[in-house]
């Protein structure tokens, strides 16, 4: 079993920044792949960034340029650093951790890009 807390979301102007948290148990953290999801109302969930064990990262080509996911395995935490937020940025993100057995979701945190 693994368990996902995510943090870091709020209210924010267009064009500024914020950085998310994602922190799982489990002592095999670094062998998991991990990714950052969201879902705005009405819409379906979308990838927005994805990080191997390995260190390959992949990113939806809304937030090229812009996101950056990074992992710290001595931490058991993954961050999404968001840069020049737009308001379709709006969404509920997810960080999901996939296992060789299974895939784990958090209840996500809440970004609001508004003026």
């Known amino acids: 079993q693994v368990h996902i807390v995510e943090s870091g979301g709020g209210l924010v102007q267009p064009g500024g920044s914020l950085r998310l948290s994602c922190a799982a148990s489990?002592?095999?953290?670094?062998?998991?792949?991990m990714g950052w999801y969201r879902q705005a109302p009405g819409k379906q969930r979308e990838l927005v960034a994805r990080?191997?064990?390995?260190?390959?990262?992949n990113y939806a080509d809304s937030v090229k340029g812009r996101f950056t996911i990074s992992r710290d395995n001595a931490k058991n935490t993954v961050y999404l650093k968001m840069n020049s937020l737009k308001p379709e940025d709006t969404a509920m993100y997810l960080c999901?951790?996939?296992?060789?057995?299974?895939?784990?979701w958090g209840q996500g945190t809440q970004v609001t890009v508004s003026s």
């Open positions: 990080m191997t064990r390995g260190g390959s990262t």
């Open positions: 999901n951790a996939e296992t060789t057995m299974q895939s784990y």
């Open positions: 489990g002592r095999g953290f670094s062998t998991y792949a």
